[in-house]
């Protein structure tokens, strides 16, 4: 029984579905953009470049982003990211300081959304099983007595 209210109570909170969703339409809008031509780059070190990206992607450091402006003119669209998206943002806030536009911060937000959920599941088993313990060491103390 306390299974089934552990498991009950660890379901998909709504906003997470709509994470999910909003995720999944990034995902398929980046993949149409590679599919018209977006310039794919990756913004990491070339040390952690060489270590793998994508396909396809070519390495442009974030350091390097703004001098090399000209390498992201006249495309339909560039994807920027890197490991965990903090500097594809920066990126992405240079490239459209500059007059680039269509500018996506292609992180991969999956692991972001997964990792949030995972928290506040934790947090509320956390509290059930604080509760438990409490209900229990009371039942315990009337039964003693």
Do not use: H, W
């Amino acid at each position: 029984m306390l299974i089934t209210v552990v498991l009950s109570a660890c379901s998909a909170p709504k906003s997470a579905e709509n994470k999910l969703n909003t995720m999944e339409e990034k995902q398929m809008s980046i993949k149409q953009e590679v599919a018209k031509g977006a310039l794919m780059v990756d913004v990491r070190t070339p040390e952690e470049f060489a270590s793998g990206s994508v396909k396809g992607a070519i390495n442009i450091p974030l350091n390097e982003v703004e001098s090399r402006i000209n390498e992201f003119k006249g495309k339909p669209a560039v994807v920027v990211f890197c490991r965990s998206g903090n500097r594809s943002g920066q990126a992405k806030e240079i490239l459209e300081n500059n007059g680039i536009k269509n500018v996506i911060n292609g992180i991969n937000t999956e692991i972001k959304i997964k990792l949030e959920d995972f928290l506040k599941l934790f947090s509320l088993f956390s509290f059930f099983l604080i509760y438990c313990f409490f209900y229990i060491r009371n039942f315990a103390d009337a039964v003693s007595v």
